[in-house]
């Protein structure tokens, strides 16, 4: 299994600031995933993180609201920007060791709170 | 487009007894994998339990099995022998081998009764 954490693990912020969240693995890993979480809510993929190259974002996600940067193969960030009380939800970093099962282990999540 | 169905949205069970968290799917890809996975209160996603398309057998994994029926597209969670840790957010989801996408149902909050 994984060993996956992120920083921080919760934050109260400012409408209009930016939060970036950070994710470090334990192993090198081809593919990362940036999931949000509403309250309430399922898992929504806000983008994949590739090294090397751009991320991919899902449809309603955009590169000036979630910046990603994936500089090594265990280590990559999210950016929340210009956040707004919508923004308020569990972050999870999730990543995909390959092999048989594709399956995806998670990170402990951040929960962040905007006012 | 592939689709995960989870119908409860809550369930109580008794401690010590068993509970079958249900989900179904839909997918026009053959090959493909199925999971589970518990969300505490705290948050994180903690992965259960794998089942693949092509697995005969279906998947055990301690107190928790699969009960994979591939021509009904269901593939239900069975947790035997509730304990109270075992409250939580339980969640169905599905990924098409090869793929980079895992799609997730809405979640069955469990509670579990002392």
């Known amino acids: 299994s994984a060993v996956i954490s992120q920083k921080p693990s919760r934050d109260i912020c400012q409408r209009g600031t930016s939060l970036t969240i950070q994710c470090q693995v334990d192993s090198q890993v081809t593919m990362m995933f940036w999931y949000r979480q509403q309250p309430g809510q399922s898992l929504t993929l806000i983008a994949t993180?590739?090294?090397?190259?751009?991320?991919?974002?899902e449809s309603g996600f955009v590169i000036d609201k979630f910046p990603i940067s994936r500089p090594n193969l265990t280590f990559s960030t999210l950016t929340v920007s210009n956040m707004s009380p919508e923004d308020s939800s569990i972050y999870l970093c999730s990543v995909d060791y390959g092999g048989y099962t594709d399956t995806q282990y998670f990170g402990p999540g951040t929960r962040l709170t905007v006012l | 487009a592939q689709k995960i169905t989870q119908t409860q949205p809550g369930m109580f069970v008794q401690e010590k007894e068993a509970v079958t968290l249900d989900c179904t799917y839909d997918?026009?890809?053959?090959?493909?994998?199925l999971f589970w996975y518990k969300q505490p209160s705290s948050g994180e996603m903690i992965f259960l339990i794998y089942q693949g398309s092509y697995d005969e057998q279906n998947a055990t994994e301690g107190r928790y099995s699969l009960n994979f029926q591939k021509a009904r597209k269901s593939a239900n969670l069975v947790i035997s022998a509730s304990q109270l840790g075992d409250s939580a957010m339980y969640f169905c989801a599905m990924r098409d081998t090869g793929g980079f996408k895992t799609i997730f149902g809405a979640g069955t909050r469990l509670f579990v009764k002392a």
């Open positions: 997918t026009s890809d053959q090959s493909y994998g």
């Open positions: 993180a590739n090294q090397g190259s751009e991320a991919t974002y």
